[in-house]
């Protein structure tokens, strides 16, 4: 909104299509690009991802969920020095923290990558604290909750005074609720950055099990020759298909994703469970036949 007041044209596309995106960039000679982690991801996936010229790129923007550091420092590899980050919230219009592009290439020639795991600074006219439930100020490197203030803060949830009553502190600060994380997303948020071993242990290991499951199973049954079936998990972009731990951890980092993420997995358990009970009767049935033989 922000560039069409400065008279920018916009390239309108009807979702995240490659190797579309990439194209347009580069046959409109794009200048400001915005997307979250995971529609990065899939680009960096591409395998066409450095076959386009991104030189006309000044600030690709990155924001709405964490970002993978390995992944951010590809992205600087491939897309160049652009990347930059801002975080906020419908009720405080995105822009409560900032990362430039120059402190993203700070942080890399530093020996600072570990502030790429990070959001940025507060912006100049909306301050940033850390408050605890007894709503106390915290110090530096306490975990509790973000609050922000300012202008640009909203005056409260039309017609709903219970709904704006329980995001607004005493002390005048708006609460974003952004510490109420569940452990699942904390421990995949932790590993940014980490081993991969640990990457695997806390996180694709618990969630890829309900799918190892279920291929373990139905793969059993398809061996004994009396039942068989493909599962495919295709993403919301054309011509690219997940994992099933891939499209859980994806849904988790988009706000709002939880329950999607949690819906894949009861289906993923209930096939599991299905193909189990199926498994246990063909053997039985197996079992009957020899005997009768």
């Known amino acids: 909104m922000s560039l069409m007041g400065l ?133 530096v490197g306490e975990r509790g909750e973000i609050i922000v203030r300012g202008t640009l803060v909203m005056a409260g949830y039309y017609k709903n005074k219970d709904a704006t009553d329980e995001v607004s502190a005493s002390n005048g600060w708006h609460r974003t609720g952004d510490d109420r994380l569940l452990q699942a997303a904390e421990d995949a948020a932790a590993t940014l950055g980490a081993s991969p071993l640990r990457v695997f242990l806390t996180v694709t290991l618990p969630m890829a099990m309900p799918g190892v499951l279920a291929g373990a199973v139905l793969g059993f049954a398809k061996a004994m020759g009396e039942f068989g079936a493909t599962i495919t998990f295709v993403s919301s972009v054309q011509g690219e298909t997940q994992t099933l731990s891939l499209a859980v951890y994806s849904f988790l980092q988009v706000p709002g994703g939880e329950s999607a993420a949690v819906k894949l997995v009861i289906i993923a358990v209930a096939v599991a469970m299905g193909a189990l009970l199926r498994s246990e009767w063909l053997a039985r049935r197996m079992a009957r036949k020899v005997s009768g033989a």
Do not use: W
């Open 7 to 139: 008279g920018a044209t916009n390239i309108i596309m009807n979702g995240v299509q490659l190797p579309e995106v990439m194209e347009n960039i580069e046959k409109y000679g794009v200048t400001n690009l915005f997307l979250p982690p995971t529609a990065i991801y899939v680009m960096l996936a591409h395998p066409e991802v450095r076959n386009y010229d991104y030189s006309s790129l000044d600030y690709f923007l990155y924001a709405a969920a964490p970002m993978s550091v390995d992944k951010l420092k590809e992205a600087i590899d491939v897309f160049g020095p652009v990347m930059a980050q801002s975080y906020g919230q419908a009720e405080a219009p995105m822009i409560c923290t900032y990362m430039s592009p120059e402190q993203h290439i700070e942080a890399l020639t530093t020996n600072k990558a570990h502030r790429l795991a990070s959001c940025g600074q507060p912006c100049l006219l909306t301050p940033v604290e850390i408050m605890d439930d007894e709503e106390n100020i915290l110090p």
